[in-house]
């Protein structure tokens, strides 16, 4: 009798198995529409797609991807210059999943190019003689790869879309 043929096939089984489900939760959560997206941007978010649908998934959002020349597509009177300048943009839509609400927002698809990020952030600093605290604005300074930039987009689009109502 081969028995361990057996326990390597019902092992590839489960694997095959668990891989399957992994991949079926990752598209519940994140979906890439378009494989022709600007430059090397679609591998970048392909290897990217299980960071994405953690996130996704421990906020309750899915997150749909589609190149953003779709956008113009039915219109028929867009001109060559706008549609030059959806060449390289991504259209980014994060959708709650509890109450449907939805927003996107467009997104530089070019992987090759860093994107500033400036922020303010409070400064304090104590005077030594009088223990006096003084509250001051600084600046910090950070470049992204694109795909930290799409990070930051989702996370500010995911906020959006689930803060709570204080009306």
């Known amino acids: 009798m081969n028995t361990p043929k057996i326990f390597n096939r019902i092992e590839r089984q489960i694997e095959k198995h668990k891989l399957n489900k992994r991949i079926s939760e990752i598209n519940n959560y994140v ?5 022709n997206t600007y430059g090397d941007s679609f591998n970048q978010m392909y290897n990217a797609r299980e960071v994405m649908a953690n996130y996704a998934k421990k906020k309750g959002i899915s997150i749909d ?8 597509e039915d219109d028929e009177f867009v001109s060559p210059v706008i549609e030059n300048k959806f060449s390289d943009k991504l259209n980014v ?7 449907g609400k939805s927003e996107s927002k467009i997104v530089s698809a070019n992987t090759d ?19 006096l605290d003084i509250m001051r604005k600084g600046t910090r300074q950070t ?8 990070y930051r987009n989702i996370e500010f689009l995911t906020n959006s879309v689930t803060r709570k109502n204080t009306k």
Do not use: G, Q, W
């Not at 979906?31 to 494989?35: A, G």
């Not at 839509?93 to 109450?99: H, P, Q, R, S």
């Not at 190019?113 to 223990?131: G, L, M, Q, R």
């Open 113 to 131: 190019k860093t994107y500033k990020k400036i922020a303010e952030i409070p400064i304090v600093v104590s005077t030594k003689p009088d223990n």
């Open 143 to 150: 470049e992204d790869s694109f795909i930290r930039n799409l």
């Open 93 to 99: 839509i994060v959708t709650n999943l509890l109450n």
């Open 31 to 35: 979906k890439i529409h378009d494989v």
């Open 65 to 72: 991807i589609y190149d953003a020349k779709k956008l113009l």
